[in-house]
């Protein structure tokens, strides 16, 4: 739904709710660019099962579904940087003093990932580009190009058959092994103006083509926060000193979005008391022995209980009461 209110000199877009609705119960999966770890670290926060990011940020949606479809690793693309080990199917965050030591590193991480989406229950994907890089050496798409010189690599755009056949095939295997398995897609609001503003703008578009194709399967919805920041947020007031990357302001403007988007009201509901509690928490007293802030903890130790019906609340009230005199 979209209201034009004149006196703000906006469009505001209102997401229709979900027929997918998330809780404390449903556990996730988000990965992709960095967009996905600023939902996946919401959730978090709101004490909703989630995995986030295990293979750190991944922008193109090849890498991404080739991530998350546990193939072995391709031993030529191990590569040696400046003394350290990298695999350019991953994130420079991942990296070794020897092969071997990153080999296992990968192969547990991977191992993480697959046991978890065979439980999992929604899988949050937000593509970032359909621009790629492909290693001179063998032709094949990477993920992290590791500082390598550009020589060895060529950069191409995707074309949208080759991006669908390649989630038709992850999602043929994992629904094997997770039949209700679902996915949520999100084209990251972030801006690759490195690309060029017109190259960005073919890119995402690719992107916004391949979701729509995509959710015409029951299986597949779609979360629309690249329209939100362009269309409803489209002031650079809302871009952080880069112009690149959404702002604080923005980011909890799509999170409130997302929200009501996948959320019911008594879980919102929960979540705005928890938020008071994080706020709580998070309190910083010049006396912690002082009778005051005493009583205040004692106060927020009786309001932990309300919420052990919902998730786990024994890291917080640990926390409150050492402080506890």
């Given amino acids: ?59 193109n949606p090849i890498s991404i579904f080739k991530l998350l479809s546990n193939d072995p690793l391709d031993d030529d693309k191990f590569v040696e940087v400046g003394g350290l080990w990298y695999h350019l199917d991953f994130h420079s965050q991942f990296s070794g003093r020897d092969k071997k030591t990153l080999e296992t590193v990968l192969k547990l991480k991977l191992k993480e990932l697959s046991d978890y989406l065979n439980q999992a229950q929604i899988v949050f994907i937000t593509l970032g580009t359909s621009y790629v890089y492909e290693w001179a050496e063998n032709g094949s798409v990477v993920a992290n190009c590791h500082k390598i010189s550009q020589k060895k690599f060529t950069k191409r755009l995707l074309s949208l058959e080759e991006m669908k056949g390649a989630f038709e095939q992850l999602k043929t295997k994992l629904i094997q092994l997770n039949p209700s398995l ?3 897609f999100t084209v990251s609001p972030v801006r690759h103006i490195k690309d060029g503003i017109v190259e960005n703008q073919l890119s995402k578009s690719l992107l916004r083509v391949l979701c729509h194709e995509l959710t015409q ?36 403007y799509i999170w409130e979005k997302f929200q009501q988007t996948y959320f019911s009201d008594q879980t919102k509901k929960v979540l705005k008391e928890w938020g008071k509690i994080k706020a709580a928490l998070a309190h910083r007293p010049f006396n912690i022995e002082s009778e005051n802030h ?14 052990s019906e919902y998730f786990d609340i024994e890291e917080e009230r640990v926390f409150l009461q050492n402080q506890l005199i």
């Fill in 182 to 184: 679902q996915f949520v």
């Fill in 1 to 59: 739904m979209v209201i034009h209110n004149a006196n703000n000199f906006r469009t505001e877009f209102h997401p229709k709710p979900s027929h997918l609705q998330m809780g404390f119960d449903t556990q996730l999966l988000t990965i992709g660019s960095c967009f996905s770890e600023n939902i996946g670290a919401k959730l978090q926060s709101g004490k909703i099962p989630v995995l986030v990011n295990p293979l750190g940020t991944v922008y």
């Fill in 294 to 307: 005493q009583k205040f903890l004692r106060e927020q130790v009786k309001k932990l209980d309300v919420f």
């Fill in 217 to 252: 399967d029951s299986q597949v919805s779609y979360f629309p926060a690249y329209e939100m920041m362009m269309d409803d947020l489209r002031d650079y007031r809302f871009y952080k000193t880069d112009m690149i990357h959404p702002s604080e302001m923005a980011e909890e």
